[in-house]
């Protein structure tokens, strides 16, 4: 069964502290992305990553950054918190080639900022 | 104008209906057209997968994508209470890995 698997489900930080979101699939898929989920905007892109050490800005890159050292495993990370970045975070992977956009997700991790 | 337009809902209807699922969308440079079902607490899972226009048929599931109306439909037949989720539809453009996402529509199917 493939999994997208994400470090935490729950995490609870202050305004200001580094944030650390980790991925990690195992389909050796090639293209990984963060998305970010909230009530009424949808998923929006944050980043994504179609190799190891490359990334490739989304549509809401600012105020977060990622790290790709191994083809398996997607950082997300928020540099200085802040409480407008409290929210719902996805990792998904997908293949390259013809099933491109056929993205797994990982369960999310629900972000809240103090 | 946002690229894909989705109604939020809810949408309640009693189990055994058909549910019809709607999207549009402003670039026509569209050809990859998905639907995701996310159940509560849960990830986005791909549902249904189409290229281009035309129809999709999987078990109680049909996609119709109309290009000319820029417009995509998920159709679910004898609906079940675990049919209720939300269900986002995301366009992709040819040579690209990115998806653009519908803000989802919550379905309530009642027992």
């Known amino acids: 069964d493939v999994k997208v698997t994400q470090s935490s489900r729950y995490l609870v930080k202050r305004t200001g502290e580094k944030v650390f979101l980790e991925c990690v699939q195992d389909m050796d898929h090639e293209n990984m992305f963060w998305y970010r989920q909230d009530p009424g905007l949808g998923l929006r892109l944050i980043y994504f990553s179609y190799d190891v050490k490359m990334k490739e800005k989304g549509d809401i890159p600012e105020g977060y950054s990622v790290s790709r050292e191994k083809k398996e495993r997607f950082s997300l990370i928020l540099e200085s918190a802040s409480t407008n970045q409290t929210s719902m975070y996805l990792c998904?992977?997908?293949?390259?080639?013809?099933?491109?956009?056929?993205?797994?997700f990982g369960p999310g991790t629900r972000l809240t900022v103090l | 104008q946002k690229e894909v337009e989705q109604d939020p809902g809810p949408l309640s209807v009693p189990e055994g209906a058909i549910v019809s699922l709607n999207c549009t969308y402003s670039n026509s440079a569209f050809q990859y057209f998905m639907w995701y079902r996310q159940y509560s607490r849960k990830g986005p899972e791909l549902l249904m997968y189409?290229?281009?226009?035309g129809n999709k048929e999987d078990g109680r599931f049909t996609a119709q994508v109309d290009k000319s109306s820029k417009y995509i439909s998920l159709f679910i037949r004898d609906s079940q209470p675990s049919d209720s989720a939300t269900y986002l539809c995301a366009m992709g453009l040819g040579g690209f890995q990115k998806l653009v996402f519908g803000t989802g529509t919550r379905l309530l199917v009642s027992p």
């Open positions: 189409t290229y281009s226009s």
């Open positions: 998904a992977s997908s293949p390259t080639g013809r099933n491109r956009y056929e993205q797994f």
